[in-house]
């Protein structure tokens, strides 16, 4: 389950990806290789070809029948995604890009901690389909999101078993943009990145 990655503060890397982003999209990117963690403000793009479209949400969906926090959902199941009542609304209507730079899984060698970071191996910016719901449970209405997720590829399944759903440049518009009564075709984009494109670097710990 990813519950970590992160984000550059580095306009051109990103204005190479989505190059209609405002620079006020920035302000909650306050250092070099930002890291956003569960509950974090994290940008996100409903639009790719609009900067009115561009904005931050909060990390974690709690859904109707949460009875506290704690069962706050940060990843959906990408196979569950049109058929969970939780998430079926959300797939059809409320699809965004969390835009990234890497992100991490935990891992454990020779009875060390690691958390291994996955990057792509040009060091391009890189997007998560992602899904929002609009909540007001247990605070203030706000705006919040979850990373959909896949079976993972050969890099990432070295240390876990499922990914964060990875969409090439290519497929932004189309996952943005596709009719809610056709959302069923967006399955064949919710798919394991390909592992060639990819590299692994482990760092010593828990977290870093």
């Known amino acids: 389950m990813c519950s970590r990655y992160r984000l550059t503060n580095d306009v051109g890397k990103l204005r190479t990806i989505f190059p209609d982003s405002p620079d006020d999209w920035f302000d909650a990117i306050d250092r070099k290789y930002e890291s956003f963690y569960p509950g974090s403000s994290v940008p996100v793009i409903l639009n790719v070809r609009d900067s009115e479209y561009f904005g931050h949400f909060q ?84 705006n919040c999101c979850s990373l959909l997720t896949c079976e993972s590829n050969s890099i990432v399944g070295e240390v876990h078993g499922r990914m964060p759903v990875i969409l090439h440049r290519t497929q932004f518009e189309t996952y943005l943009n596709t009719p809610a009564e056709q959302a069923e075709k967006l399955m064949t984009i919710l798919l394991p990145f390909p592992a060639e494109e990819m590299d692994a670097e482990h760092h010593k710990g828990s977290r870093r």
Do not use: H
């Open 59 to 142: 990390w974690g969906i709690v859904p109707d029948w949460a009875k506290n926090k704690s069962m706050t959902l940060i990843n959906t199941k990408s196979e569950e995604a049109l058929v969970k009542p939780t998430w079926k609304g959300s797939f059809r209507k409320r699809r965004c890009l969390l835009p990234a730079t890497s992100f991490f899984e935990p891992a454990a060698i020779d009875g060390k901690k690691y958390q291994v970071e996955f990057t792509m191996k040009d060091g391009s910016a890189f997007a998560f389909a992602g899904i929002w719901q609009k909540t007001d449970k247990f605070g203030e209405p706000r």
